[in-house]
C-alpha cells in the first residue's frame, strides 16, 4: 500500500519570501511518480508539479522546486518568490508508475500568501 | 482546447435519495477517474473507467457506481444517499490513465440533508 503523510496542516508566508511544505511517503513500488497539486478556493486540482522517481534530478517549474530524497521517501515542495495568487491548498500525492495507477493524497497543506 | 466538465456544481440531496454526476472529459481523454473530497477523509479514489470499462476501484461500497460512454464521457451514480456521502466529487481525465497526465475538473458539492 502507498501512504502520504503531510505534517503541517497550515503555513503562512509573507509575499515575495519562500516557504517550504513538507511531505513524506511510503511504497514498496519501484517505479512510482510524486506530485504537488495546488487547490485553491476555486476548488479545481490544477497540478504544481511532478517528479519521476527514477530521476535523481530535482524537479522545477519556475518558482516552483522540489527536493526529492528517495531514501529518506521525502519530497518537499519550495514555493520562492512567494505571491498573493499561490494562496491555497497543497496537497502531495503519489502513484505507481505505468497506466491505471490512482493518485494517493495526503491530507493537505493550507498555505496564506500574506501581504 | 475546453478542460474537464463536471456537472452540477452543486447539487443539495436528501438522505436516501440517489443522485447522478457528470464528467466530460478533454477532447481525446479515454481515461476518466473519480475521487471523492471530505474534510475528514481527504481525496480518496473511488473508480477508474478507460474506453467504457472499469479498470480500477477503490474502497467504496456498493451503493457507489459509474459507467463511461462510447465519447468518454462519464457519470458517477450514489444510491441510498446517506449523510457522510457529503462530499467533494473531483474527475480527472487523461489519455491513457496515466496519473502523470491527469487533468481534474473543478468538482461537483454534493449536499446530503
Known amino acids: 500500500a502507498q501512504t502520504v503523510t503531510q505534517s503541517q496542516p497550515e503555513m503562512s508566508v509573507q509575499e515575495a519570501e519562500t516557504v517550504t511544505l513538507s511531505c513524506t511517503y511510503d511504497?514498496?513500488?519501484?517505479?512510482?511518480?510524486l506530485f504537488w497539486y495546488k487547490q485553491p478556493p476555486s476548488r479545481q486540482m490544477i497540478l504544481v508539479i511532478r517528479?519521476?522517481?527514477?530521476?535523481?534530478q530535482n524537479a522545477t517549474e519556475n518558482r516552483f522546486s522540489v527536493n526529492f530524497q528517495k531514501a529518506a521517501k521525502s519530497f518537499s515542495l519550495k514555493i520562492s518568490d512567494s505571491q498573493l495568487g499561490d494562496t491555497a491548498m497543497y496537497f502531495c500525492?503519489?502513484?505507481?508508475?505505468?497506466?491505471?495507477?490512482?493518485?494517493?493524497f495526503g491530507k493537505g497543506t493550507k498555505l496564506s500568501v500574506k501581504p | 482546447k475546453a478542460g474537464v466538465t463536471q456537472t452540477p456544481r452543486y447539487l443539495i440531496k436528501t438522505r436516501g435519495q440517489q443522485v447522478t454526476l457528470s464528467c466530460s472529459p478533454i477532447?481525446?481523454?479515454?481515461?476518466v477517474s473519480w475521487y471523492q473530497q471530505t474534510p475528514g477523509q481527504g481525496l480518496q479514489f473511488l473508480f477508474e473507467?478507460?474506453?467504457?470499462?472499469?479498470?480500477n476501484k477503490g474502497n467504496f461500497p456498493g451503493r457507489f457506481s459509474g459507467r463511461q460512454f462510447s465519447n468518454s464521457r462519464s457519470e458517477m451514480n450514489v444510491s441510498t444517499l446517506e449523510l457522510g456521502d457529503s462530499a467533494l466529487y473531483l474527475c480527472?481525465?487523461?489519455?491513457?490513465?496515466?496519473?502523470?497526465?491527469?487533468?481534474f475538473g473543478q468538482g461537483t458539492r454534493l449536499t446530503v440533508v
Open positions: 480527472a481525465s487523461s489519455l491513457s490513465g496515466t496519473p502523470s497526465e491527469a487533468f
Open positions: 477532447s481525446g481523454h479515454r481515461s
Open positions: 511504497t514498496s513500488e519501484n517505479n512510482y511518480y
Open positions: 517528479q519521476e522517481a527514477y530521476k535523481q
Open positions: 500525492a503519489i502513484a505507481r508508475g505505468g497506466s491505471q495507477g490512482n493518485l494517493i
Open positions: 473507467y478507460f474506453s467504457e470499462t472499469q479498470r
